[in-house]
């Protein structure tokens, strides 16, 4: 015998619960029946919602068949009932059943009844379980909603034809239009390299490729291109469904430009320190080559020659090897930030320059500014004192060097300068000076070391330097930027 199945029986008379209940068992049903006859005993027996089955007489004294049933929908929606009647008329059939009352069955027709609860119980577990997969359904539909709409990457659900069906949050942040927009538009006016033309081809292709990753650039809503990864997989249901994720990868697009940037750079560093230390070891060698010549032969004059050249080229190899080492610190050694006005920082390198200056009776120009800068006090410091001393170094003969300090507003940045009225600098080598052991005159001192000194410095506060000049002994402006050693909030 399976499990007791709990029925409800609505009935004023005893022997027919009895006879019903009879039946039943006789029929090979194990139930366990409870009789109400009045509507508070219904109300009562309601709070149980473990019945499995209804069975109700239609007339019962003081209780209305139909406000019952209403009583019992309102309580237990799903819990069927079965009509138990003395005698039902057709058309009195046809509304109960509209009411939704399950079956009915005339008391003198009892042998009908097990197959009546048999099919209501049936029904009644099919209605569980589709409730029951509906709830689940609309549970991974949220599920699959709150993914796509908290996802990282954008979304698009498009049919073959290219329209959008659906779009997510993240997608309309990155493209800049809303999704009410989007859905009203097609894949050539978001995808940048496809015209209305392409569209179809582009599709077949995504069909054919099932599921498919590629780089592809997008338009936002106020024309600027970006780069988007995309990740597409064409699913075969309602006449083709496109699913398709998106990725601004632009900024991984920058950074790979920079890093391949930097690497050039790092590569060209490394050709120019292993080139320019070379020859002074060439210098080492060929004058070891001498020495040896020069001590066999006893030739004190020439030894002495050769040591001098020794000693040169090793000194150079040395100020080269100290230089680089200087650069290689900026940026990696950190010393602490302090709160400095540029007026301190000038009159500190003007004092260590003091020597120089006066020997060549330098003429130097001061702003009138109160600005003050935040940053590494002595690398500010190297800035200025690098490009006064080459303000100075590179002058020319027989002529005063007028230096201009200063400091203004350019197109909402602020722009430092060193201005000179020196020998100049060849337009052609206006960028090249700032490479690592650049110099424009083999013969002059130095190592070549000091813009790029500089520039280091300046990129590491956010800036950049460049140099201004008309040419050769038009004299020359070193203009550079610091944005993040600027103090905000200070009036310039
Ligand atoms: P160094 O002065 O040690 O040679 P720098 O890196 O400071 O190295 O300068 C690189 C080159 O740029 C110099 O050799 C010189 O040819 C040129 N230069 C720098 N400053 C000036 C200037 N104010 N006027 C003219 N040429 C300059």
């Known amino acids: 015998m399976g499990q007791t199945l709990k029925l409800l029986i609505i009935e004023d008379s005893q022997d027919d619960f009895l006879l019903v209940e009879r039946h039943l068992r006789q029929q090979g049903l194990n139930v366990s029946c409870s009789r109400v006859d009045s509507a508070e005993a219904l109300e009562r027996a309601l709070d149980d919602d473990d019945w499995n089955l209804v069975l109700s007489d239609f007339t019962v004294p003081g209780l209305d068949f139909k406000d019952s049933f209403s009583m019992i929908r309102s309580r237990l929606p799903d819990l069927p009932v079965i009509l138990v009647s003395g005698s039902v008329g057709e058309e009195q059939a046809v509304e109960l059943l509209k ?145 398709i994720f998106l990725r601004d990868i632009t900024e991984r697009k920058q950074a790979e430009k920079e890093l391949h940037k930097k690497n050039a750079e790092i590569e060209q560093f490394i050709y120019t320190v292993s080139h320019d230390l070379r020859s002074p070891l060439v210098t080492v060698k060929t ?6 010549k020069d001590m066999v032969e006893n030739n004190q004059e020439q030894l002495a020659q050769d040591i001098k050249y020794i000693h040169g080229a090793a000194d150079k190899m040395k100020l080269l090897l100290d230089e680089l080492l200087e650069l290689s610190r900026i940026g990696r050694i950190e010393t602490p930030q302090v709160s400095v006005s540029l007026m301190e920082v000038l009159v500190e390198v003007l004092n260590d320059l003091a020597g ?80 690592i052991f650049e110099k424009l005159d083999p013969k002059s001192p130095g190592a070549g070391m000091g813009l790029s000194m500089v520039r280091r410095i300046v990129e590491k506060y956010g800036g950049r330097i460049w140099v201004e000049s008309e040419g050769i002994g038009k004299g020359s402006s070193f203009l550079f930027t610091l944005p993040q050693a600027l103090v905000p909030d200070v009036k310039q």
Request: hydrophobic share 35%; with cysteine.
């Open 99 to 243: 009411l939704g009352v399950h079956d009915f069955v005339l008391k003198d027709k009892l042998t009908r009844l097990v197959s009546a609860v048999q099919r209501s119980l049936k029904d009644k577990r099919e209605l569980e379980e589709r409730r029951r997969s509906e709830e689940l359904l609309r549970e991974s539909e949220e599920r699959y909603r709150t993914i796509l709409q908290t996802a990282m990457d954008g979304f698009w659900l498009m049919d073959t034809q290219g329209n959008l069906l659906e779009v997510n949050e993240t997608y309309c942040r990155m493209s800049g239009y809303n999704a009410q927009e989007l859905l009203a538009m097609r894949i050539n006016e978001l995808v940048a390299e496809i015209t209305s033309d392409d569209i179809s081809a582009r599709i077949k292709n995504l069909m054919e490729l099932v599921e498919g990753r590629y780089e592809s650039r997008h338009r936002r809503k106020d024309g600027n291109i970006y780069d988007v990864e995309v990740s597409s997989q064409y699913r075969p249901v309602e006449g083709g469904r496109l699913v």
């Open 287 to 292: 004058f070891m080559g001498y020495l040896e």
């Open 356 to 435: 120089i200056i006066t020997e060549h009776q330098t003429d130097i120009q001061l702003p009138d500014t109160d600005l003050m800068l935040f940053g590494d006090r002595s690398r500010l410091c190297q800035i200025w004192q690098n490009l006064i001393e080459n303000a100075i170094k590179y002058s020319r003969e027989n002529s005063i060097p007028r230096i201009e300090l200063g400091v203004c507003p350019v197109g909402g940045e602020t722009v430092f300068f060193v201005k000179d009225n020196g020998i100049g600098i060849d337009p052609h080598y206006q960028s090249r000076i700032f490479g």
